[in-house]
């Protein structure tokens, strides 16, 4: 975990981070995102901070919650993908269509710093990331999911321009693909979507926050099948904003938030809850938890006289400690329920799920040092809230933020975990008490390494030859292989090492095999997709791995070659691949987003076939072009260089850009001391 985000807990505060900055620069508004990007771990004060010191037997590492209800809980860590390139994934929201169609969404900060959408989806056997779309030039964020139906699924959050104004943003899952949806932004410096439901396909409510007449306000959208329109939310106290609804029917919605967003609140937020009923939204009283400050930041229930609020309270106002916060609604006043407190010194909770009357869980993070962060969960039993242990993967940060519930035993938890190297994704799955454990027990981090002796070496690629580092780099992982010595023109040196062909053509089955082993790419691939290859051949699961991921595609058949019983297209496997379909598929595979401008290639102008994945990839300094002024390539009057994409591409150029998008700056001279993953 960053130093940066040990000033602040919960994502709630990091929220109200941006509206300060919102209301003090009102054209630049969220200049310190660069160096505040992520939500972080806060105090639930006015910008207060830890004071307290370490408590009595806190260690380092993975800290366990300290009051088990039992061993045997159903919760199990699951794979879960992540942007090798980012340093840091966060997974904020999810939502469930069936047990084999769950979205989770959140962001990543690429090579640049810079925030990118990042959408999860898991098809029953396990997690892959999806491509979404780049909004606007700078800091992009999902925040909240809604799934309505396989082929209509809502994400929302917030896109950064240039100048610093943050607006509003909607994406839409069609079947297959995300798309970028209209949604309305009230301001003309800041709006921002934390979080959805969905009653019907015509019928979504969102909520988040807005600056209107120099003060931060309520901001609730709804979608009536054809539009959103902004609904006035109630206004109490001062600079108010929620972060999560819920909703029963369409004249019965809920939302919780907290008043009061900036850090010199005289007398500290308090917690803010409002209903819909049809026609207004107004104040629902919430009890006093008697502490200076506490804040609301989920919301859900069974029935709709049995509802519960979460968040967090602070018993002073230096908030030294946070503590959790659990009410109930009982169909006519809210009630604070007395909850237990895992960490010793903070706890709070902020994502909660009402699966029955005595079915409800809640969790958010929690420590004993205010360094060393576990998963805390909450059990309601019908009659007490408990602690109860779950694993924390994460050695030294642990966080889950949103549930999403499929059935009573099968749910859902979504955040992050950081190892000490950087924030990776953290998914949790729940099949019941003593369920079966999910065939998967830790997320997919960016591919590390342990110093180990490597003696790959190829005859035909001597060391300082062009591609020498990064051939060896991906040959010492297992990612690439060559040819044994003792064919035609290739004698058998002394060691008999193999040779790599470097100056081969890249065929496109060869191609799929390489950046699907440098993404980590592992999953099964029981189906046939393409007429050309069939199951059990050499690259059927290669291929199958980037296609069923969207990132690569084949040729309809009935053109080139016949129609087979089902269909299917052809990938043409021996084909050789060229510079723009090796640009197209390692920019998808890794995960880069970024929205191209200007053009920067003679022959690859805006709107052609890889633009944008060019682009991408000369971005993060990948690939490059040629210069203009030779044979055939005349300069134009930017002097632009040429990319030459229908040009094959060899395997060690192959190797080059896949190393330098999965290893960048990979160097393994004698063994892998050194690398940079």
Same mark, same amino acid.
């Given at each position: 975990?960053?130093?940066?985000?040990?000033d602040?807990?919960?994502?709630?505060?990091?929220?109200?981070?941006?509206?300060?900055?919102?209301?003090?620069?009102?054209?630049?508004?969220?200049?310190?995102?660069?160096?505040?990007?992520m939500?972080?771990?806060?105090?639930?004060s006015?910008?207060?901070?830890?004071?307290?010191?370490?408590?009595?037997?806190?260690?380092?590492?993975?800290?366990?919650?300290?009051?088990?209800?039992t061993?045997?809980?159903?919760?199990?860590?699951?794979?879960?993908?992540?942007?090798?390139?980012?340093?840091?994934?966060?997974?904020?929201?999810?939502?469930?269509?069936?047990?084999?169609?769950?979205?989770?969404?959140g962001?990543?900060?690429?090579?640049?710093?810079?925030?990118?959408?990042?959408?999860?989806?898991?098809n029953?056997?396990?997690?892959?990331?999806? /491509?979404?779309?780049?909004?606007?030039?700078?800091?992009?964020?999902?925040?909240?999911?809604?799934?309505?139906?396989?082929?209509?699924?809502?994400?929302?959050?917030?896109?950064?321009?240039?100048?610093?104004?943050l607006?509003?943003?909607?994406?839409?899952?069609?079947?297959?693909?995300?798309?970028?949806?209209?949604?309305?932004?009230p301001?003309?410096?800041?709006?921002?979507?934390?979080?959805?439901?969905?009653?019907?396909?015509?019928?979504?409510?969102?909520?988040?926050?807005?600056?209107a007449?120099?003060?931060?306000?309520?901001?609730?959208?709804?979608w009536?099948?054809?539009?959103?329109?902004v609904?006035?939310?109630?206004?109490?106290?001062?600079?108010?904003?929620?972060?999560?609804?819920?909703?029963?029917?369409?004249?019965?919605?809920?939302?919780?938030?907290?008043?009061?967003?900036?850090?010199?609140?005289?007398?500290?937020?308090?917690?803010?809850?409002?209903?819909?009923?049809?026609?207004?939204?107004?104040?629902?009283?919430?009890?006093? /938890?008697?502490?200076?400050?506490?804040?609301?930041?989920?919301? !859900?229930?069974?029935v709709?006289?049995?509802?519960?609020?979460?968040?967090?309270?602070?018993?002073?106002?230096?908030?030294?400690?946070?503590?959790?916060?659990?009410?109930?609604?009982?169909?006519?006043?809210w009630?604070?329920? /007395?909850?237990?407190?895992p960490?010793?010194?903070?706890?709070?909770?902020?994502?909660?799920?009402?699966?029955?009357?005595?079915?409800?869980?809640?969790?958010?993070?929690?420590?004993?040092?205010?360094?060393?962060?576990?998963?805390?969960?909450?059990?309601?039993?019908?009659?007490?809230?408990?602690?109860?242990?779950?694993?924390s993967?994460?050695l030294?940060?642990?966080?889950?933020?949103?549930?999403?519930?499929?059935?009573?035993?099968?749910?859902?938890?979504?955040g &992050?975990? &950081?190892?000490?190297?950087?924030?990776?994704?953290?998914?949790?799955?729940?099949?019941?008490?003593?369920?079966?454990?999910?065939?998967?027990?830790?997320?997919?981090a960016?591919?590390?390494?342990? /110093?180990?002796?490597?003696?790959?070496?190829?005859?035909?690629?001597?060391?300082?030859?062009?591609?020498? &580092?990064?051939?060896?780099?991906?040959?010492?992982r297992?990612?690439?292989?060559?040819?044994?010595?003792?064919?035609?023109?290739?004698?058998?040196?002394?060691?008999?090492?193999?040779?790599?062909?470097?100056?081969n053509?890249?065929?496109?089955?060869?191609? !799929?095999?390489?950046?699907?082993?440098?993404?980590?790419f592992?999953?099964?691939?029981?189906?046939?997709?393409?007429?050309?290859?069939?199951?059990?051949?050499?690259?059927?699961?290669?291929?199958?791995?980037?296609?069923?991921?969207?990132?690569?595609?084949?040729y309809?058949?009935?053109?080139?070659?016949?129609?087979?019983?089902?269909?299917?297209?052809?990938?043409?496997?021996?084909?050789?691949?060229?510079?723009?379909?090796?640009?197209?598929?390692?920019?998808?595979?890794?995960?880069?987003?970024?929205?191209?401008?200007?053009?920067?290639?003679?022959?690859?102008?805006?709107g052609?076939?890889y633009?944008?994945?060019?682009?991408r990839?000369?971005?993060?300094?990948?690939?490059s072009?040629?210069?203009?002024?030779?044979?055939?390539?005349?300069?134009?009057?930017?002097?632009?260089?040429?990319?030459?994409?229908?040009?094959?591409?060899?395997?060690?150029?192959?190797?080059?850009?896949v190393?330098?998008?999965?290893?960048?700056?990979?160097?393994?001279?004698?063994?892998?001391?050194?690398?940079?993953?």
């Amino acid at each position: 975990m960053s130093a940066r985000e040990r000033d602040e807990r919960s994502w709630t505060n990091w929220k109200m981070t941006l509206m300060v900055v919102a209301f003090a620069m009102a054209t630049v508004l969220t200049a310190s995102l660069a160096v505040a990007a992520m939500p972080t771990k806060s105090h639930a004060s006015s910008g207060g901070s830890s004071s307290g010191g370490v408590a009595p037997g806190a260690g380092s590492g993975s800290i366990k919650a300290s009051q088990p209800l039992t061993t045997c809980t159903g919760w199990d860590v699951v794979s879960s993908p992540n942007v090798v390139t980012a340093t840091g994934n966060y997974l904020y929201s999810a939502s469930a269509v069936t047990a084999t169609d769950v979205w989770a969404v959140g962001a990543f900060v690429n090579a640049s710093g810079v925030l990118r959408n990042l959408t999860e989806h898991w098809n029953g056997t396990d997690w892959s990331m999806v /491509p979404a779309p780049t909004v606007d030039v700078r800091d992009n964020v999902l925040y909240t999911v809604s799934a309505v139906a396989a082929n209509d699924v809502w994400a929302f959050g917030d896109s950064r321009n240039g100048n610093g104004q943050l607006f509003a943003m909607a994406l839409r899952w069609d079947g297959s693909s995300w798309i970028t949806a209209t949604i309305m932004s009230p301001s003309a410096s800041f709006n921002t979507i934390l979080d959805s439901v969905a009653l019907a396909a015509n019928d979504i409510w969102v909520v988040g926050g807005v600056l209107a007449s120099g003060t931060i306000h309520p901001l609730t959208e709804h979608w009536d099948g054809s539009s959103w329109n902004v609904v006035s939310a109630a206004i109490t106290g001062t600079n108010p904003v929620l972060y999560e609804v819920t909703a029963f029917a369409p004249n019965d919605v809920w939302a919780v938030g907290n008043t009061c967003s900036f850090s010199n609140c005289p007398g500290g937020r308090q917690a803010l809850i409002e209903h819909w009923d049809g026609s207004v939204w107004s104040i629902s009283p919430s009890p006093d /938890p008697g502490t200076p400050s506490s804040y609301l930041e989920g919301i !859900s229930g069974a029935v709709p006289n049995d509802i519960w609020a979460v968040g967090a309270t602070c018993p002073d106002t230096a908030c030294s400690q946070v503590q959790t916060l659990t009410e109930h609604w009982d169909g006519s006043s809210w009630t604070i329920v /007395p909850s237990p407190n895992p960490g010793s010194l903070d706890t709070w909770v902020g994502p909660v799920v009402a699966v029955a009357p005595n079915e409800v869980w809640a969790t958010g993070s929690a420590s004993n040092d205010g360094t060393n962060w576990f998963d805390p969960m909450l059990h309601w039993d019908g009659s007490s809230w408990t602690n109860i242990t779950v694993t924390s993967p994460g050695l030294v940060d642990n966080d889950l933020r949103a549930f999403a519930m499929v059935g009573p035993n099968d749910l859902w938890a979504v955040g &992050d975990i &950081d190892n000490g190297t950087g924030e990776l994704t953290q998914i949790q799955h729940y099949t019941g008490p003593c369920g079966t454990p999910t065939p998967t027990s830790t997320p997919t981090a960016p591919p590390t390494e342990t /110093p180990t002796a490597c003696a790959i070496q190829f005859t035909d690629v001597p060391l300082g030859s062009t591609f020498y &580092d990064n051939i060896r780099c991906l040959a010492c992982r297992g990612i690439i292989s060559g040819y044994p010595c003792g064919g035609p023109g290739e004698p058998c040196d002394p060691n008999n090492n193999n040779y790599f062909r470097p100056g081969n053509n890249v065929i496109r089955a060869q191609l !799929s095999k390489i950046v699907s082993n440098a993404a980590g790419f592992t999953d099964a691939q029981p189906d046939q997709l393409f007429e050309d290859v069939p199951l059990g051949s050499t690259f059927h699961d290669f291929i199958g791995r980037l296609a069923t991921r969207g990132y690569i595609s084949g040729y309809p058949c009935g053109a080139a070659e016949p129609c087979g019983p089902n269909n299917l297209p052809y990938f043409r496997p021996n084909n050789n691949a060229s510079r723009g379909q090796i640009s197209k598929i390692d920019s998808n595979a890794g995960g880069f987003n970024d929205t191209p401008s200007g053009q920067q290639f003679e022959d690859i102008p805006p709107g052609s076939t890889y633009y944008t994945y060019t682009y991408r990839l000369v971005t993060h300094s990948i690939m490059s072009g040629y210069p203009c002024g030779g044979v055939g390539e005349p300069c134009g009057p930017n002097n632009l260089p040429y990319f030459r994409p229908n040009n094959n591409a060899t395997r060690g150029q192959t190797a080059k850009i896949v190393g330098n998008t999965f290893f960048p700056g990979c160097v393994t001279p004698n063994n892998l001391e050194g690398v940079k993953p």
